[in-house]
């Protein structure tokens, strides 16, 4: 889909100026995934298949419930099976529907060195317009919940878009839509956090005392939250990280190191320039010449 | 190639050759390497055809460049060698800086500054190369973890970066020593042009008959 001049962007990828930014009156969305009511019945996934004309290739089992085995180009969300010992000895069985996060911070279009390819509305969703990917794999690099996956056929980078063209004409996302126990909750980011609120109160009731909100501040908070029962152990959530960042490899090479690099370019350059003038250039003189010959010469002559 | 009588081959054709393969890729990776690596400069990729192209073209140029540059090692590598001469050819670098270069240690086929490109670029080409190779996400992405590739687009640009400095003073070098640039291009330098810049390089080819680009092995006193 086109670029549907939004006029509300709050950060461009690789872009110096600011975006068009007018239409910013808008509130922060979010969609809340509740971990402690999913059941696991993939409704989200055939949903997001369905909205957004997906069909993954036939994939192989692979020893989990997990289907397919990952994200891909055309899997945008996937339930992620974890089995967790608990500390009582019993089992207990983690389903975390996976895919964007939807960072306030995102590493993906802090890498992205195609301008516009990946952009970040005024309601916080973070998009990517295909048109202008260039499939560097920069995104990858920076993202700090691997999620962004590259197509070998057209070389673009896919990610759920948080269905942003549904939620621009006021729809709540696919999976939201579909999740038949309410799991799915979506809404402005406040309510989120306080329906999350009474989640996690009533969690606690029922003995998950460690129950809490999974909104990393390590990215400035993300648009896609959890409700988990073991907020103090997110990566018992088939590796959801415990504390996800933008990796400082990629803040060096996305910071300090672009205006260092040019400076030094231009600094060599100018160096060399007033190099030039100052010494002039450096001339075969006619007594090097001469003296070059009687070497020569000399040489030849005693052979 | 018409060379001058009198004069001295400076560069072999094959040497000519390679060495501008080397070129022409080192500023088309330039061009496309700058355009992925800062916003404001990737209008760049409009010369390659766009994003798409630019993403997919500069890898294999930069693999034309490594085998290149690999070719340039052969042919080079053995005059490159540091010595003593070196360390008081340094001493010497604000004469030399200055145009005063009577009076400067001789030097023999290259001077210090010379080496410092050469020995730069022959570190700074591989370590690009592998960089790169695990940055090549069409093909490659699966071998490593994005850890790993993190790690590798950080050395790989701060390794461009170091290599289009030494590329500057490099260019800035030819332009600057008159007649270096003709040793490149056509291949030849005149007697006082190697008296001037390469003194022990004259003497040598002198003492073995040879017009350059090396002294002969098999005639004349060994070399010191």
Known sequence: MADLQSQNYIRRSASTLTPPSVRDHEQEVAKLIDVSRCIGCKACQAACMEWNNLRDEIGHFEGSYDNPADLSPSTWTLMRFAEWENDKGDLEWLIRKDGCMHCEDPGCLKACPAPGAIVQYANGIVDFISENCIGCGYCVKGCPFDIPRISQVDHKSYKCTLCS???AVGLEPACVKACPTGAIMFGTKADMKTWAEERVVDLKSRGFSNAGLYDPSGVGGTHVMYVLHHADKPSIYAGLPDNPRISILVDLWKGIVKPLALAGIAFTAVTAFFHWIVAGPNEVQPEDEANAQRLLRKTDDSR | MTQPKGTLTRNTTAARINHWITGGCFILLLFSGLAMFHPMLFFLAE???????????????????????????????????????????????????????????????????????????????PVMFITGLVIWDVYFSAYTTIEQQRIAV??????AIAAIIVWIIHVYAAIWVRGSMRAMTQGYVTPGWAWRHHRKWLRRLAATGSTGPRPRADRGPAPR
């Open chain 1, 165 to 167: 063209d549904r939620v």
């Open chain 2, 154 to 159: 950080l050395i790989h640009s701060l390794a």
């Open chain 2, 47 to 125: 010369l390659f055809g766009g994003g798409q192209w630019t993403r997919a073209i500069h890898p294999w140029i930069g693999t034309v460049l490594m085998l290149s540059y690999a070719g340039l090692i052969v042919q080079f590598w053995r005059d490159n060698l540091l010595n003593r001469d070196d360390i008081n050819w340094m001493k010497a670098i604000d004469s030399v800086l200055a145009n005063k270069e009577e009076g400067v240690p001789e030097v023999a086929r290259f001077n210090a500054g010379q080496k410092f490109v050469f020995w730069s670029m022959a570190f700074l080409v």
